[in-house]
Every structure is written in structure tokens, then in C-alpha cells.
């Protein structure tokens, strides 16, 4: 799933050329686009008829496109889901499963997903400006009523591992692997470090660093491995070649020269350096 800088610049790119627009028509193919919208795509579809887009919003890795009358269109992107803004003549992707027309005759806003692991869902919003289905995530280090020091004491009282909090969307939002993996090899830090055995400044510096690399990376247009992440006009984002731990299995640390290692924590991949970043003793923490 992408995270908070991914997101951040496909909502930005939303923002550009589909707020303010009128939705003519919606057209959705298959089920599984849909499938978290219980009433069924029939349904979602006809509900994305003559309705104006009024925001582009983001908490964390969480995407919607606000509407007038008081819903929200929930953007699930999973591994895979691209939003596309393009001339409503070019070819059909292989795996387009909505399409967007609009009064005006501009370009479509198409969903694509080639795994079909995203999908579109309708949610009320709240008094907030928050749709209910997100209302349980917490607040990302983007936004500006992010408090630090709450969640730095939130997490000193666990007993969990430190990467396990820094990956808890219900603690602090928008950090996934990419990014967390990221902040501990900056803050020097293996991630399976209890939370209570770490310092409250040791926190506060891992939040700091996971900030600054996901400001980082969105200035680069956030982190592509391969096509199917790409922003709203098909740009794929190019951080990638600025990582020091994710993903570089072997390479040599940029800060000591040690080869980077890959574990395995919470059913997927995790790399660090094994000088900078020593493992806790005693038993693994999940």
C-alpha cells in the first residue's frame, strides 16, 4: 500500500484537476472496485451521478475526494490502484474499473488496478470534515495538530516493538514499511526494540526523522519500485534511489559500510544495519 507521501501527491494531483468539477457520469466495471461499498457498484455508481467534487483530502495513507452532500468517496489505492486524470479518447487501460466524466468535457479521472486489491466506497463525512470510515485513524506528522509529545508518551507505555507503534495507523498515521524502516536507520534503532525501553527524546527523534524522510520523498514524488505506482498524469515518483535501509539487501551501510540486512517481522521485510542498528537481546518481540 502506498504511504503518506504517495498519497500526499496523488491527492495533490487531484486537487489540480478534479476539484471543482461536476461528475456527469460514472462508470464502474466488475465488483470488486466496489466491494467495500455494501450496497454494490449498481449503486455506487448511480449515487457518483451529477455531484460536484468539493476537496481532495488525506489522512495518512487514507485518500477521499469530498462531495457535495455531505459524502465522501473513499479511495482505497491497495498495492496497485492508480488514479489517472486523462483524455477521455486515449485508450482504456487494461485495468480500469471506474471512469469519471464531467460537464465541463475535460479529461475523465480513471481508477486502475491491475492486482484489484483498492476499490471506491461511499462513507458519510463527519462534523469534522472527516468521513466516519476514517474517523478512527490517527493524525499524521503532516498535519498541523499532530501532537508529538502525546504520542511519544502513548508509546513509551508499550511493550511492544518500536516499529510494530511506528506501523500502528490508530497511533500515528501515514508511516508504513518504506518509511519506518527509513527512521530507524536514521535514529539508529532497530525496530525491534521495546517502545518502553527507548527514551522519550529517542522517540521524539524517531517521529522527527520519519517527518523529514516523508517530506523528503515527497519532494521526489514519493517511492516507486516498479509502474504501478504512479501520480495522476502517469509519473512515477523517483525516492527510491535516496534509501538507505529499504530494499538494499547487501548493499553497503552510507554510514558505516556494513552490509545491509533483511529480516522478516510482522509477515514482511524489514532491513537495517546490523552495526548502527544492533538487535535487542533476548526473545524477538512481534
Given amino acids: 500500500m502506498p504511504e503518506l507521501p504517495e498519497v500526499e501527491v ?3 494531483g487531484l486537487a489540480e484537476h478534479v476539484v471543482g468539477r461536476h461528475v456527469e457520469r460514472t462508470r464502474i466495471s466488475g465488483i470488486r472496485v466496489a466491494r467495500r461499498h455494501v ?27 469530498a462531495l457535495d452532500g455531505d459524502d465522501a468517496l473513499i479511495v482505497h489505492l491497495g498495492m496497485s490502484g492508480q488514479l489517472l486524470v ?28 491491475q492486482r484489484t486489491f483498492g ?21 499524521d506528522p503532516f498535519d498541523p495538530e499532530f501532537d508529538q509529545a502525546a504520542v511519544v508518551r502513548l508509546m513509551k507505555r508499550r511493550e511492544s516493538a518500536v516499529k ?29 526494540r521495546r517502545c518502553s525501553a527507548l527514551t522519550k527524546p529517542t522517540l521524539s527523534r524517531l517521529l522527527d526523522h520519519a517527518g ?15 509502474a504501478l505506482y504512479v501520480n495522476v498524469n502517469g509519473a512515477s515518483g523517483y525516492f527510491d534511489r535516496s534509501l538507505h535501509a529499504y530494499g538494499r539487501q547487501g548493499a553497503p551501510c552510507d554510514r ?28 524477538r518481540l512481534a
Avoid at 121 to 135: K, Q, R, Y
Avoid at 166 to 182: C, F, K
Fill in 10 to 12: 496523488v491527492r495533490r
Fill in 39 to 65: 450496497a454494490g457498484a449498481a449503486d455506487l455508481a448511480d449515487r457518483l451521478h451529477d455531484v460536484t467534487v468539493t476537496a481532495a483530502a488525506r489522512r495518512g495513507k487514507y485518500l477521499w475526494l
Fill in 86 to 113: 486523462e483524455p477521455a479518447e486515449a485508450p482504456l487501460e487494461k485495468h480500469c474499473h471506474a471512469r469519471f466524466d464531467f460537464t465541463d468535457g475535460g479529461p475523465q479521472l480513471r481508477f486502475v488496478d
Fill in 119 to 139: 476499490g471506491l466506497a461511499l462513507s458519510p463525512l463527519g462534523d469534522d470534515g472527516i468521513p466516519e470510515s476514517v474517523a478512527h485513524i490517527a493524525l
Fill in 164 to 192: 510494530r507503534a511506528l506501523l500502528d495507523q490508530t497511533l500515528v498515521s501515514g508511516i508504513g514499511n518504506i518509511y519506518a524502516d527509513e527512521a530507524l536507520w536514521r535514529a539508529g534503532v532497530h525496530g525491534e
Fill in 212 to 226: 523529514e524522510v516523508m517530506e523528503q520523498a515527497l519532494g521526489q514524488g514519493g517511492t516507486s519500485f516498479d
Fill in 256 to 283: 558505516c559500510g556494513a552490509p545491509i540486512r533483511r529480516e522478516h517481522f510482522m509477515n514482511r521485510s524489514s532491513f537495517s544495519c546490523p552495526v548502527c542498528q544492533p538487535r535487542p537481546r533476548g526473545p
